[in-house]
């Protein structure tokens, strides 16, 4: 727009409005337009230019404008091999740390890209697993899988320490509560924090007929963990919400639970129960706006080594399963539908953690003290 604005030339030949210049005498345009491929039928496209394309969420919209062409002779998208490409873009196998890397997929790298900001990035990105895909797609022009693997063992085995409970009691603390649907793994974990550490306390039930056919089907060793007490096995092959609803409220006269998040696309009577109970119960959405915070500080306490657990091999399990999935935004959340087994424990554990942060949030200065008169 601002080109045509300040050439006297192209001014007579084209009027720029907000999101369009317009040759007027021959009815052509030039325009800016929206993802929705819904309203895009009707076009006969001599040119289309279609940025970011690694953001696009499906190929509806560049199926629609290709077509659009379908009547022009020479349309300007189709592939040409008269077309000279040159594509600066780094190698999977490539050293994410070399500056030469770096100087193969930036042609401008030292110029408006500095050598002290790719230092850093590249360091976050071996640093903090989930940034990794971030930094080869943005930095290195790397195609890569929205899928990103998440915390190894090791980070999350460094962060093990001895857990006595009672010397949680009375102590303040914020609940996650991942229910299953109807036969599977449910999940209740409390958050304590104490100085600059968040310790983790977890607690694990499932239907025992159930437990048995899922060892023997996957060989998933629930039967051992029941008998160990690392998870709680109840009588039937369905989820018994009434034995969860008690256990809770025990836990509530032991400890000191602030509030409890729930899934509230999966909520049930017993949330409903808990609240008759007294207890503060809060729904929590699992997209990437209320999930994307939480997962990300988890990971940085982890790293950070802020993290306590009891090297449960229940929420040892639900880790090692998590696959985490990034929006074109840089949002993440635990992919559900594409981890491998099951998550439970650690959604559990995020949605406790972001309880935490919301009422952080909320806590101003004016609660301890009045206003300062200047």
């Known amino acids: 727009k601002q080109m045509v604005l300040q050439n006297s030339q ?7 409005f907000r999101n369009s210049i317009v040759n007027e005498s021959k009815g052509n345009f030039f325009k800016a337009i929206s993802s929705d491929s819904n309203t895009k039928h009707g076009f006969s496209a001599n040119c289309v230019i279609y940025d970011e394309l690694h953001t696009a969420k499906s190929r509806d919209l560049w199926d ?3 077509t659009s062409t379908g009547s022009r002779r020479q349309p300007l998208i189709i592939d040409d091999p008269t077309f000279y490409p040159v594509i600066f873009e780094a190698e999977l196998e490539d050293d994410i740390r070399s500056e030469e890397v770096w100087r193969k997929a930036n042609p401008n790298y030292e110029i408006s890209l500095r050598k002290e900001y790719m230092e850093r990035e590249s360091q976050r990105a071996i640093d903090i697993p989930s940034y990794l895909n971030t930094f080869k797609r943005l930095h290195l022009n790397i195609w890569t899988d929205s899928l990103t693997a998440w915390i190894g063992q090791q980070e999350w085995s460094d962060c093990a320490g001895s857990i006595t409970p009672s010397m949680l009691k009375g102590k303040k603390c914020w609940g996650g509560l991942d229910l299953a649907s109807t036969r599977d793994l449910s999940a209740f974990v409390l958050l304590f924090k104490e100085d600059d550490k968040f310790i983790v306390l977890p607690y694990f039930f499932i239907p025992k007929d159930n437990a048995y056919k899922r060892y023997q089907k996957d060989k998933i060793d629930y039967p051992t963990w029941i008998q160990n007490g690392h998870m709680i096995g109840t009588e039937g092959d369905v989820c018994d919400y009434d034995f969860i609803k008690h256990k809770i409220m025990e836990l509530g006269l032991e400890y000191n639970i602030q509030s409890v998040c729930y899934d509230r696309w ?3 009577q017993l949330v409903i129960q808990l609240q008759d109970e007294g207890l503060t119960m809060d729904g929590f959405g699992q997209g990437y706006r209320s999930m994307s915070a939480p997962t990300k500080e988890f990971e940085k306490l982890i790293l950070g080594k802020q993290i306590v657990h ?9 880790l090692s399963n998590v696959q985490i999935i990034e929006d074109p935004a840089g949002n993440v959340k635990c992919a559900r539908n594409k981890s491998k087994e099951k998550i439970d424990g650690i959604i559990a554990t995020i949605m406790a953690l972001g309880n935490f942060m919301t009422e952080e949030e909320v806590d101003s200065v004016y609660d301890s003290r009045g206003l300062l008169i200047l």
């Open 10 to 16: 192209l001014s007579q030949r084209g009027k720029p």
């Open 64 to 66: 629609t404008l290709l």
């Open 310 to 318: 009891n090297d449960n091999p229940v929420l040892n399990w639900c």
């Open 266 to 268: 999966n909520a049930s």
